[in-house]
């Protein structure tokens, strides 16, 4: 069923003694104030191994294969984007293919139906701009202090022939993070291909069902060593009404975070504040959050508040 209406929200994830997402020298990314956020892509990589382990198509992820030809023999390689595109949909990818044919296999997957896709291989350039658009997410807990754990390996380092002792290495982490991500969903951005794609019916309400999933339990789905201890804890929807010709700014402006004595503070007054004007071209808001960690500041909100757990 072909999904109609446009959708604004946030995610907000909690990163306890965790880190959320690293820059190359390990420690959690800032800007040039320091200020700490996280990317786009770090929101959306738990969502994709979700949808893998419930059996949906995952085209833009690292897979991996072991190469048996050539001077990497027996080596562990990644996939390249040609070799991940024909393992998943079971067919050679070949410069002759039509455009048409290539574009539906990319719509059949998940993560590009949502998300879009870049694809850049011989002479099948294509580029898909996605029906929801993330934005980076800023770290709004302003008494944020990073840690660095020390971690003694049980190995010595063989590179060093004088090493006689195992060597040390470090963990970075976060005390406490509450990360806040904006997000659009704009289904007329697969109108073009309506026209071109025979039996396309564009953004379906079961991929935005699929990513709204995602932004509830995705995070908390998630678990590496370095993730561990991230969470999701909130989530905000605002869906316009099917003929609303309404666009509204990112807002997780909108939002404040404060700690508590006993539990965090999410304080969405600004919102509701904003979205007094916009009542006509609104269907519904649903806000999302964990009880136990978080009371809601919801003054001149009309929203339908639930739990998340």
Known sequence: ???????????????????????????????????????????????KKMWMQQGEKVLYIKSYKIDNKGKDDGKLKPLSLKERYEFLFGVPLDKKDSSKVVIKNLFSAVDVMNFGATFAE??????????VQVGQGFNKDEE????????????????????????????????????????????????????????FEGYTREAYEKFKEGCLIGTTAFHTNSKSGCENEFALFVTCNPESKVYLPNLDRYISFKRGEEKNIIDLTKLGDLLTGYQKDIEMVEVYYNPYTTDLCTEGLKANIQPLF
């Open 1 to 47: 069923m072909k999904m109609n209406q446009r959708v604004y929200g946030v995610v907000g994830i909690s990163s306890i003694m965790a880190n959320w997402n690293a820059d190359f020298t390990g420690r959690p990314k800032t800007i040039s104030t320091g200020d700490i956020f996280g990317s786009d892509k770090a929101l959306k990589y738990p969502i």
């Open 122 to 131: 011989e002479k099948q350039n294509i580029s898909i701009t996605g029906a």
């Open 144 to 199: 944020t202090s990073v840690e660095i754990q020390d971690i003694l390996s049980p190995f010595r380092n063989a590179k060093n022939e004088e090493a006689d002792a195992s060597s040390l290495g470090t963990k970075v982490m976060v005390d406490e993070a509450h990360y806040f991500y904006p997000f659009a969903v704009n289904p007329d951005n697969y109108l073009e291909y309506e026209s071109i794609l025979e039996g």
